[in-house]
């Protein structure tokens, strides 16, 4: 007799409801009529998916709004912002804003996160430290990666790449970049490379966050990328010179990122907050179209970024919520699109960080449940999860919404 069985669910967008039985941290059977299990759970129809995944979040500098402000709007104000702010910080101050935030995630149904961390000699390793207790501790309700990055610039900031260095060799999972702070972009992008090789770690990158087509650091990544052979294990993200791009210009862009094997990650929210300060009327959006590389057959995700802090002072870590504004801004509607955006913050980050799940028999019994029949309900109507299960133990539960209309 299996542990648990799961009855009445429909996997993914599949209109035939099953049951599922689990035992132990496994799927042990997918079928009609499963017979009974020491528990039982009714999933009155609902919409199994392995989880939401976040691609790109930053929790050591999450929910500081009560330590700085951005007065100008603009990138380079968050950044000057939060550099001073980062003065004050402590282990324990990033490790219980980061843990706020993770509740938040895992109620919204995530369950696998990329956390950008910054590296420099002013904060040290403080930041990665905090984070990586928040991984152990976590590790019932997700799965959490660390990229370590020198948000404020490596070639400029003698002693980061040291650090860099040290918090691969101490239990980084892979090694971000931003070319656009440092003193000498591609020498940052040269060193990364180097250094990712030498510890056999993924990259991921800030870059080219304006709207200025006109240069780009792009074409470096991606030459970097053929010549080190890391097809597959680039990611860069913002990008947002590609909204301002024409699409013959753009195109080219689709079939560079296509041939070096780079994904894309968009991040909505902060975008559209900082891109276009300079214009009075007819603001640009500044977001970039990442189902145009979708469709071309790029892997491209959308995600988070920042939760209430001068680069984002919104956010309550709903993918579906992200998913359906990227939607509206690039003015996205047909069933075809609304699934793409609702894969963009599913499956394809999900490939990007290397932790692709399926709903399978033997696969870990880690799902989320959700009252749809489709991923573009799910987005058009920013659904909010039922439940969450990891490794087979429930990690979170929605009670039903009551209403109470007259005589009832």
């Not at 992008?189 to 870059?207: K, S």
């Not at 030459?223 to 195109?251: C, D, F, N």
């Not at 276009?276 to 977001?287: A, E, W, Y």
């Amino acid at each position: 007799m299996s542990a648990l069985v799961i009855r009445n669910v429909r996997i993914g967008n599949k209109a035939r409801t099953v049951d599922i039985a689990v035992s132990g941290e496994r799927i042990s059977d997918i079928g009609s009529d499963l017979g009974g299990g020491v528990t039982t759970l009714e999933g009155n129809g609902a919409m199994l998916i392995p989880g939401f995944v976040e691609s790109h979040l930053h929790l050591d500098k999450a929910c500081i709004l009560d330590k700085c402000h951005n007065q100008t709007g603009t990138l380079e104000g968050a950044i000057a912002s939060v550099g001073e702010a980062k003065k004050s910080f402590t282990r324990t101050d990033i490790h219980d804003r980061g843990r706020k935030v993770l509740e938040k995630a895992i109620v919204q149904g995530t369950n696998a996160i990329r956390t950008h961390v910054e590296i420099d000699p002013g904060i040290g390793l403080m930041g990665f430290e905090a984070v990586l207790q928040l991984k152990r501790e976590f590790a019932w309700a997700l799965d959490l990666q660390i990229c370590v990055f020198p948000q404020e610039g490596l070639t400029n900031n003698p002693g980061t790449g040291e650090l860099l260095e040290e918090a691969l060799a101490n239990g980084a999972d892979l090694l971000g970049g931003c070319p656009y702070t440092d003193s000498d972009p591609n020498a940052q992008i040269a060193i990364l490379f180097e250094m990712a090789r030498r510890f056999d770690v993924d990259l991921d990158f800030h870059l080219d966050f304006d709207l200025d087509p006109k240069w780009r650091h792009l074409d470096e990544i991606a030459r970097q990328t053929v010549a080190h052979g890391w097809q597959g294990r680039v990611a860069i993200g913002h990008v947002t010179k590609l909204s301002a791009m024409p699409e013959p210009q753009l195109m080219e862009v689709v079939t560079i990122l296509k041939d070096a094997g780079i994904a894309l990650t968009v991040l909505p929210s902060t975008d559209l907050f900082l891109m276009g300060r300079d214009s009075d009327h007819l603001v640009p959006r500044g977001v970039a179209p990442a189902h145009v590389f979708h469709q071309h057959g790029v892997c491209c995700t959308v995600a988070t970024n920042n939760v209430l802090n001068p680069f984002t002072p919104y956010g309550d870590c709903s993918l579906s919520r992200m998913a359906n504004l990227y939607a509206n801004i690039h003015q996205l509607g047909t069933e075809s699109e609304l699934q793409a955006c609702f894969d963009m913050v599913t499956s394809a980050p999900g490939r990007l960080i290397n932790h692709a799940r399926g709903i399978e028999v033997g696969e870990e019994a880690t799902f989320v449940a959700l009252p749809a029949e489709c991923g573009m309900q799910v987005v058009s109507e920013i659904v909010r999860p039922l439940w969450g299960m990891k490794s087979g133990r429930m990690t979170f539960e929605h009670a039903p919404a009551r209403i109470f209309a007259p005589g009832t």
